[in-house]
T-cell receptor, first 110, second 115 residues
Protein backbone atom coordinates (compact mmCIF):
# COMPACT_ATOMS: atom_id res chain seq x y z
CA UNK A 1 0.00 0.00 0.00
CA UNK A 2 1.31 3.43 -0.92
CA UNK A 3 2.01 5.81 1.96
CA UNK A 4 -0.07 8.53 0.35
CA UNK A 5 -2.85 7.73 -2.11
CA UNK A 6 -4.83 10.00 -4.36
CA UNK A 7 -7.37 9.48 -7.11
CA UNK A 8 -5.34 10.40 -10.22
CA UNK A 9 -8.37 11.70 -12.08
CA UNK A 10 -8.61 13.39 -14.43
CA UNK A 11 -11.41 15.50 -13.05
CA UNK A 12 -13.06 17.56 -15.79
CA UNK A 13 -15.21 20.18 -14.13
CA UNK A 14 -17.21 23.09 -15.60
CA UNK A 15 -16.16 26.58 -14.64
CA UNK A 16 -17.94 27.79 -11.53
CA UNK A 17 -18.52 24.32 -10.11
CA UNK A 18 -17.31 22.97 -6.80
CA UNK A 19 -14.85 20.09 -6.80
CA UNK A 20 -13.37 18.05 -3.97
CA UNK A 21 -10.36 15.76 -3.74
CA UNK A 22 -9.50 13.27 -1.07
CA UNK A 23 -6.15 11.87 -0.09
CA UNK A 24 -5.49 8.99 2.30
CA UNK A 25 -2.28 8.33 4.23
CA UNK A 26 -1.17 5.11 5.83
CA UNK A 27 1.26 6.22 8.55
CA UNK A 28 -0.61 7.20 11.72
CA UNK A 29 2.51 9.09 12.89
CA UNK A 30 1.99 11.60 10.10
CA UNK A 31 2.14 15.09 11.53
CA UNK A 32 2.09 17.70 8.81
CA UNK A 33 -0.12 17.81 5.77
CA UNK A 34 -0.09 19.95 2.67
CA UNK A 35 -1.63 20.49 -0.70
CA UNK A 36 0.76 21.50 -3.45
CA UNK A 37 -0.20 22.60 -6.92
CA UNK A 38 1.78 21.67 -10.01
CA UNK A 39 1.15 23.24 -13.37
CA UNK A 40 2.09 21.36 -16.53
CA UNK A 41 5.87 21.03 -16.87
CA UNK A 42 6.45 23.27 -13.86
CA UNK A 43 7.69 22.76 -10.33
CA UNK A 44 5.28 22.07 -7.42
CA UNK A 45 4.25 25.06 -5.32
CA UNK A 46 2.55 25.13 -1.95
CA UNK A 47 -1.18 25.76 -2.19
CA UNK A 48 -1.93 25.42 1.50
CA UNK A 49 -0.87 23.70 4.67
CA UNK A 50 -3.60 21.68 6.39
CA UNK A 51 -4.26 22.37 10.04
CA UNK A 52 -5.97 20.03 12.49
CA UNK A 53 -9.06 22.21 12.74
CA UNK A 54 -9.32 22.64 8.98
CA UNK A 55 -8.53 25.87 7.19
CA UNK A 56 -9.77 28.06 4.41
CA UNK A 57 -8.00 30.33 1.98
CA UNK A 58 -10.40 32.14 -0.29
CA UNK A 59 -12.10 29.56 -2.51
CA UNK A 60 -10.01 26.71 -1.11
CA UNK A 61 -10.83 24.69 2.00
CA UNK A 62 -8.64 21.95 3.43
CA UNK A 63 -9.76 19.48 6.06
CA UNK A 64 -7.95 16.80 8.06
CA UNK A 65 -9.55 13.69 9.49
CA UNK A 66 -6.98 11.95 11.69
CA UNK A 67 -9.30 9.15 12.74
CA UNK A 68 -9.85 8.05 9.15
CA UNK A 69 -6.41 9.21 8.01
CA UNK A 70 -7.43 11.39 5.13
CA UNK A 71 -7.23 14.99 4.06
CA UNK A 72 -9.44 16.76 1.60
CA UNK A 73 -9.32 19.82 -0.61
CA UNK A 74 -12.46 21.64 -1.69
CA UNK A 75 -12.38 24.23 -4.47
CA UNK A 76 -15.44 26.45 -4.79
CA UNK A 77 -16.41 28.57 -7.79
CA UNK A 78 -13.68 26.97 -9.88
CA UNK A 79 -11.75 29.10 -12.36
CA UNK A 80 -9.99 28.16 -15.58
CA UNK A 81 -6.75 29.02 -13.80
CA UNK A 82 -7.39 26.23 -11.27
CA UNK A 83 -6.52 23.66 -13.95
CA UNK A 84 -3.46 21.87 -12.59
CA UNK A 85 -2.35 18.74 -10.79
CA UNK A 86 -2.92 18.81 -7.04
CA UNK A 87 -0.42 16.93 -4.91
CA UNK A 88 -1.18 15.64 -1.43
CA UNK A 89 1.93 15.77 0.78
CA UNK A 90 2.53 14.28 4.20
CA UNK A 91 5.33 14.62 6.71
CA UNK A 92 5.85 12.13 9.54
CA UNK A 93 6.58 13.29 13.08
CA UNK A 94 10.33 13.46 13.73
CA UNK A 95 11.19 12.96 10.08
CA UNK A 96 12.08 15.81 7.75
CA UNK A 97 11.09 13.96 4.61
CA UNK A 98 8.00 14.85 2.59
CA UNK A 99 6.00 12.01 1.02
CA UNK A 100 4.02 12.90 -2.09
CA UNK A 101 0.91 11.38 -3.53
CA UNK A 102 0.85 10.81 -7.28
CA UNK A 103 -1.40 13.82 -7.76
CA UNK A 104 -4.93 14.50 -8.97
CA UNK A 105 -5.27 16.16 -12.33
CA UNK A 106 -7.97 18.82 -12.59
CA UNK A 107 -9.18 20.46 -15.79
CA UNK A 108 -11.70 23.30 -15.60
CA UNK A 109 -13.88 23.46 -18.70
CA UNK A 110 -15.19 26.82 -19.96
CA UNK B 1 15.15 36.81 -4.71
CA UNK B 2 16.43 33.61 -6.34
CA UNK B 3 15.05 30.96 -3.96
CA UNK B 4 16.18 27.65 -5.48
CA UNK B 5 18.33 27.66 -8.60
CA UNK B 6 18.54 24.35 -10.44
CA UNK B 7 20.57 23.73 -13.58
CA UNK B 8 20.45 22.60 -16.32
CA UNK B 9 16.81 22.70 -17.44
CA UNK B 10 17.29 20.11 -20.13
CA UNK B 11 19.92 17.44 -20.72
CA UNK B 12 20.40 14.51 -23.06
CA UNK B 13 22.96 11.90 -22.06
CA UNK B 14 24.23 8.77 -23.66
CA UNK B 15 24.10 5.55 -21.65
CA UNK B 16 27.13 5.33 -19.43
CA UNK B 17 27.86 9.04 -19.29
CA UNK B 18 28.01 10.88 -15.98
CA UNK B 19 26.77 14.32 -15.10
CA UNK B 20 26.00 16.59 -12.17
CA UNK B 21 22.74 18.43 -11.61
CA UNK B 22 23.34 21.62 -9.68
CA UNK B 23 21.08 23.00 -6.96
CA UNK B 24 21.62 26.12 -4.88
CA UNK B 25 19.39 27.90 -2.39
CA UNK B 26 19.70 31.28 -0.72
CA UNK B 27 17.18 30.80 2.11
CA UNK B 28 19.62 29.26 4.61
CA UNK B 29 17.54 26.09 4.83
CA UNK B 30 19.12 23.12 6.56
CA UNK B 31 16.96 20.57 4.74
CA UNK B 32 17.42 19.99 1.02
CA UNK B 33 16.32 17.09 -1.14
CA UNK B 34 16.25 15.66 -4.65
CA UNK B 35 13.23 14.03 -6.27
CA UNK B 36 12.50 12.39 -9.56
CA UNK B 37 9.06 12.55 -11.12
CA UNK B 38 7.82 9.91 -13.52
CA UNK B 39 4.33 9.54 -15.03
CA UNK B 40 1.98 7.82 -12.60
CA UNK B 41 4.65 7.60 -9.89
CA UNK B 42 4.53 11.00 -8.27
CA UNK B 43 7.64 12.58 -6.80
CA UNK B 44 10.02 10.03 -5.33
CA UNK B 45 12.80 11.00 -2.96
CA UNK B 46 16.30 10.20 -4.19
CA UNK B 47 18.58 11.69 -1.52
CA UNK B 48 18.25 14.31 1.15
CA UNK B 49 20.37 16.35 3.53
CA UNK B 50 19.64 17.89 6.93
CA UNK B 51 22.70 20.11 6.91
CA UNK B 52 26.20 20.61 5.59
CA UNK B 53 28.18 17.38 5.71
CA UNK B 54 25.09 15.21 6.29
CA UNK B 55 23.32 13.26 3.57
CA UNK B 56 21.05 10.24 3.52
CA UNK B 57 19.28 8.00 1.05
CA UNK B 58 15.70 8.34 0.08
CA UNK B 59 13.37 5.93 -1.67
CA UNK B 60 15.27 5.51 -4.96
CA UNK B 61 18.98 6.26 -4.36
CA UNK B 62 20.63 3.70 -6.64
CA UNK B 63 22.71 5.24 -9.40
CA UNK B 64 22.92 8.65 -7.74
CA UNK B 65 25.36 10.36 -5.40
CA UNK B 66 25.06 13.59 -3.46
CA UNK B 67 27.26 15.77 -1.29
CA UNK B 68 26.57 18.78 0.90
CA UNK B 69 29.77 20.74 1.46
CA UNK B 70 27.91 24.01 2.12
CA UNK B 71 24.43 24.94 3.32
CA UNK B 72 23.69 26.54 -0.05
CA UNK B 73 24.63 23.80 -2.50
CA UNK B 74 23.34 20.25 -2.95
CA UNK B 75 24.48 18.72 -6.26
CA UNK B 76 23.17 15.40 -7.58
CA UNK B 77 25.54 13.20 -9.53
CA UNK B 78 24.55 10.50 -11.98
CA UNK B 79 27.44 8.07 -11.98
CA UNK B 80 26.74 6.08 -15.14
CA UNK B 81 23.50 7.13 -16.80
CA UNK B 82 20.94 4.48 -17.75
CA UNK B 83 17.73 4.82 -19.79
CA UNK B 84 15.77 4.08 -16.58
CA UNK B 85 17.04 7.42 -15.25
CA UNK B 86 15.14 9.32 -17.91
CA UNK B 87 12.93 11.51 -15.78
CA UNK B 88 12.22 15.00 -14.51
CA UNK B 89 14.38 15.88 -11.51
CA UNK B 90 13.48 18.45 -8.88
CA UNK B 91 15.63 19.90 -6.17
CA UNK B 92 13.80 21.18 -3.09
CA UNK B 93 14.84 23.39 -0.20
CA UNK B 94 12.96 23.30 3.12
CA UNK B 95 10.67 23.20 4.89
CA UNK B 96 12.72 24.37 7.85
CA UNK B 97 13.20 21.53 10.29
CA UNK B 98 11.91 23.55 13.23
CA UNK B 99 8.90 24.94 11.35
CA UNK B 100 7.34 21.90 9.71
CA UNK B 101 4.15 23.53 8.43
CA UNK B 102 5.95 25.97 6.20
CA UNK B 103 6.76 25.67 2.56
CA UNK B 104 9.28 23.64 0.62
CA UNK B 105 10.59 25.49 -2.42
CA UNK B 106 11.38 23.66 -5.61
CA UNK B 107 13.77 24.36 -8.42
CA UNK B 108 12.40 24.62 -11.95
CA UNK B 109 13.28 21.03 -12.74
CA UNK B 110 15.67 19.24 -15.07
CA UNK B 111 14.30 17.16 -17.93
CA UNK B 112 16.83 14.41 -18.43
CA UNK B 113 16.77 11.96 -21.32
CA UNK B 114 19.20 9.05 -21.43
CA UNK B 115 19.56 7.43 -24.83
Amino acid sequence: RKEVEQDPGPFNVPEGATVAFNCTYSNSASQSFFWYRQDCRKEPKLLMSVYSSGNEDGRFTAQLNRASQYISLLIRDSKLSDSATYLCVVRVFGNEKLTFGTGTRLTIIP
Amino acid sequence: NAGVTQTPKFQVLKTGQSMTLQCAQDMNHEYMSWYRQDPGMGLRLIHYSVGAGITDQGEVPNGYNVSRSTTEDFPLRLLSAAPSQTSVYFCASGPPIRDPLTEAFFGQGTRLTVV
